[in-house]
């Protein structure tokens, strides 16, 4: 494309973020290196406890990554092959991939159009003998409807594994009123620290949480080489550790998480005010039973204006991005006779129409105003 012009802001603004705490996160770094505890350091059990106490859950098991953290997760719940585990077609790959990985069988049901979540009827209508498992995925920064999915859990004695790498910090709210934070309402939840999450690392983390002692227990020990003291392997695992520099680095960030859930919080409403008027695209629906902590900020836009949305904003030298371009069930590492084209016809929609704007926790007035006339711009052509 000729005559891009400079990007105004990107997806992600890591590097100001960064500058702002900057002293601080060097120094917790530099500390690291000192005491040269690269792996399962200090660092790393202040980092388990400092979540713990954040998310209010009893027990949190850092790994090296999200998906890793799915696995383990279902690895600890004792799935076997040719167990089922319902999960949503609209989501990242990684929560089916670990399904597929461990032999299980992945079953996909299609989301809420408004909400982007995943449909409590459509798991129920796929629910069989051979079901174990659901995963809901808390996408783009709030919560799927966790009381229906842990009241359907309940009545067909199935678990849940919450994908929280999207939402980390952000609260469900109970029929009754009581909250409790996103990943420590099913029986494991899990998440995710690769830089560009809500809480980020300098490379690759994650991390399991669970108030269940025994499930804990198991999930340090697969994380571990399923060893229950040095050199003794009960069960078979894989080795999954948090870097003591990435801990560090958590440590320090997580004190920020709250504001940065505001930040971005504030973004949303900003790109609210400004497009809500606009009937070609549909701004972000809010779930009721959940707070948003706006992972992305993602807009339906209708009359199959989005590509040619993203390219005017493109040569404007304003990014965005498709989460997710292609419907897993039309993937064709995950191509099943179960499915064909036409059998999600929401995610199908949703993956021709969706268009994350650029989400961070360093965008101001000025920013949001060029982007937001931009799209204005682009409609009135
Ligand atoms: C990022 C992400 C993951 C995987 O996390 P990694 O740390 O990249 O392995 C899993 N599920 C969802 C929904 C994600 O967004």
Redesign the pocket.
Same mark, same amino acid.
């Given at each position: 494309m000729a005559d891009v012009k400079t990007l105004l802001t990107p997806m992600v603004d890591l590097k100001n973020q960064y500058l702002k705490i900057k002293s601080e996160i060097d120094a917790a770094i530099q500390e690291v290196i000192d005491s040269t505890a690269f792996i399962n350091g200090p660092a790393v059990k202040a980092f388990q406890n400092n979540l713990e106490k954040y998310l209010n859950v009893k027990h949190v098991i850092p790994c090296a990554? +999200?998906?890793?953290a799915?696995q383990i997760a279902m690895m600890a719940l004792g799935l076997k092959p040719g167990d089922e585990v319902i999960t949503a077609d609209f989501?990242?790959v990684?929560?089916a991939e670990v399904i597929g990985l461990l032999g299980l069988t992945p079953v996909l049901v299609d989301v809420n159009p408004d909400t982007f979540d995943i449909n409590v009827e459509a798991i129920e209508k796929n629910i069989t003998s051979k079901t174990k498992a659901i995963v809901p995925?808390h996408?783009f920064g709030q919560c799927a409807n966790m009381e229906a999915i842990m009241q359907l859990a309940e009545k067909y004695n199935l678990y849940v594994i919450e994908?929280n790498?999207?939402a980390i910090g952000a609260d469900y709210i109970f029929s009754n009123g009581g909250r409790k934070k996103a990943g420590t309402i099913g029986h494991i939840g899990?998440t995710?620290?690769?830089p560009s999450?809500n809480l980020g690392c300098f490379g690759? +983390?994650?991390a399991i949480m669970t108030n269940d002692d025994e499930l804990a227990a198991k999930c340090r020990m697969i994380a571990s080489h399923g060893q229950s003291k040095q050199y003794v392997h009960d069960v078979l695992g894989v080795n999954s550790r948090l870097d003591s520099i990435q801990a560090a680095i958590l440590n320090v960030k997580l004190k920020y998480l709250d504001k940065y859930i505001e930040a971005r919080q504030w973004a949303a409403d900003m790109y609210d005010r400004a497009l809500s008027q606009l009937s070609e695209v549909k701004i972000p629906a809010r779930q009721k039973k959940s707070t948003h902590v706006f992972h992305q900020y993602t807009l339906q836009v209708k009359n199959g204006k989005r590509d040619a949305l993203r390219e005017y904003l493109q040569s404007q030298g304003i990014p965005s991005m498709i989460y997710y371009p292609i419907p897993l069930h039309l993937q064709k590492a995950y191509q099943s006779d179960r499915y064909k084209e036409g059998d999600f016809p929401v995610t199908e929609q949703l993956c021709n129409s969706v268009l994350s704007l650029p989400m961070h926790t360093e965008l101001n007035e000025e920013i949001i105003h060029t982007i937001t006339n931009t799209i204005i711009q682009f409609f009135n052509k």
């Open positions: 990554n +999200g998906t890793d799915l989501t990242y990684a929560t995925v996408l994908d790498a999207q899990c995710s620290f690769f999450k690759d +983390g994650g």
